[in-house]
């Protein structure tokens, strides 16, 4: 088929009855489908049931050590844990926190914790500068980018390629703007695109030179282990902070919400020995320990790192299919076109989608009007403006195989119409 640019004027409002006529037939349909978020399913939330199993009225409740899980204590996490989730990030145990059952909450308690108070280094609270920036390679996560917005924090928008952000962007900004104060990063199996930071650009990360002394890299590793169609392996971020001379510049993020349970898992903080220590002392002006049994159960229910793996298998086995269906349906209907391109993952929740600039909004308008429900256009960037108005998030975890087939019809279909729309306007 033509690609819609190559068409006559003639063809094009031909093209857009056929495609209102089908759009129409979805809308009768009734649908009622949510894609907003990348939620697991219940076929993958079923993995982890018999975790709820592994501590009784009868259970020993203590960890490693003898530390009574039950009690009071333990500021940074039973031993027991750290030495899991030490593991999965590949650190030292006195670089690892674990921090109540979810890693965005933290994220968000350390930059209100560093605008009230500074960091390690600071010379002054960041709320104390006359402005605070933070870089933010796009498409990026959401949620990132409203903590930063709620506390009035100004973002940059930084361009990402298949291996990373815009180094030589990064590298220039930080240099010379010492209100500056950091960047997030997903730097494995990024969100949205899925791609995985090449050790080029992470060396190049842990080398900055930034104005700001105290400069954070904000690394949220959610989805060290979320493999669907193979491994792709990271450098390690802490390692390469180290050997660059850096080791305080970074703080890491992760979580276990996506392989058990989604809000009752457990989040855990990597950092330099003297980031951990200063983050201890901080945290014990706001707590006096965690949920340790909740710990406890994940550490029993996992046991180490190679239960982790073969758990994540079972999640890529259930996902892969899905991610199938949304590639072939988009490669069947759409490759060619001129209506847009996506991003094959490798791994995470996310498939991105890049509109015919203009469209991303119509698009996804149009698919709440037949009943999908889809991220907004724009989320993935500061303040909701995508600059050209061509960024779809596509989260198909959740729907079964069945309504991910239907929502994808709606979906492709949405993308042809506004397409038309956007080439027969121009």
């Known amino acids: 088929m033509k690609p819609f640019n190559a068409m006559s004027k003639e063809e094009l409002s031909k093209e857009k009855e056929a495609l209102s006529a089908a759009f129409a037939a979805h809308k009768a349909k009734g649908l009622s489908l949510n894609m907003a978020r990348g939620k ?16 009784t009225s009868s259970s020993n409740c203590n960890a490693e050590g003898g530390a009574d899980c039950r009690n009071y204590g333990e500021l940074t996490g039973i031993v027991d844990a750290k030495k899991l989730f030490s593991a999965y990030l590949d650190v030292a145990l006195d670089e690892i926190i674990i921090v109540g059952s979810t890693s965005l909450t933290f994220m968000y308690d350390c930059m209100a914790r560093a605008m009230l108070t500074g960091v390690l280094g600071s010379e002054r609270p960041w709320m104390k500068e ?47 703007d010492p209100q500056i104060k950091g960047m997030w990063c997903v730097p494995k199996y990024s969100n949205p695109s899925g791609i995985t930071y ?31 169609y193979g491994d792709v392996p990271l450098l390690n971020p802490l390692a390469a902070f180290k050997e660059a001379g850096n080791p305080n ?30 983050t201890t002392q ?74 015919h600039s ?44 069945t309504d991910l087939g239907a929502a994808m019809e709606v979906f492709c279909t949405a993308v042809k119409l506004a397409t038309v729309e956007r080439v027969l306007a121009s």
Not at 209 to 219: G, I, S, Y
Not at 363 to 379: F, H, Q, R, Y
């Open 40 to 55: 697991p399913s219940n076929e993958q939330i079923a993995l982890s049931m018999s975790m709820l199993d592994v501590l």
């Open 130 to 176: 006359e402005t605070v920036k933070f870089l933010c390679p796009v498409p990026g996560y959401d949620r990132h980018f409203s903590i930063c917005q709620f506390l009035g924090i100004e973002m940059v928008n930084i361009p990402t390629a298949n291996d990373g952000p815009d180094m030589d962007m990064i590298e220039k900004l930080v240099a010379s």
């Open 198 to 228: 090449s050790d080029k650009v992470i060396r190049r990360l842990a080398a900055l030179k930034p104005a700001a002394k105290d400069f954070r890299v904000f690394c949220d590793n959610a989805y060290a282990v979320h493999e669907v």
């Open 249 to 278: 510049m970074l703080y890491m993020f992760g979580s276990v919400n996506k392989m058990t349970f989604p809000g009752a898992g457990v989040g855990f903080f990597a950092a330099s020995k003297e980031n951990i220590a200063f």
């Open 282 to 355: 901080q945290l014990s002006m706001q707590a006096i320990g965690w949920d340790k049994l909740n710990m406890l159960r994940h550490v029993r229910f996992f046991k180490d790192i190679n239960g982790i793996r073969a758990h994540m298998k079972k999640h890529a086995a259930l996902l892969r299919p899905k991610f199938d269906a949304v590639l072939q349906k988009m490669e069947t209907e759409l490759a060619g076109r001129g209506a847009g391109e996506w991003i094959k993952p490798d791994g995470g929740y996310f498939i991105t989608f890049f509109a």
């Open 358 to 401: 203009g469209c991303a909004k119509r698009i996804v308008s149009l698919c709440k009007e037949a009943g999908v429900i889809m991220t907004d256009a724009g989320a993935m960037y500061p303040y909701g403006k995508d600059p050209n108005d061509s960024c779809i998030r596509i989260a198909p975890s959740f729907p079964s195989l």
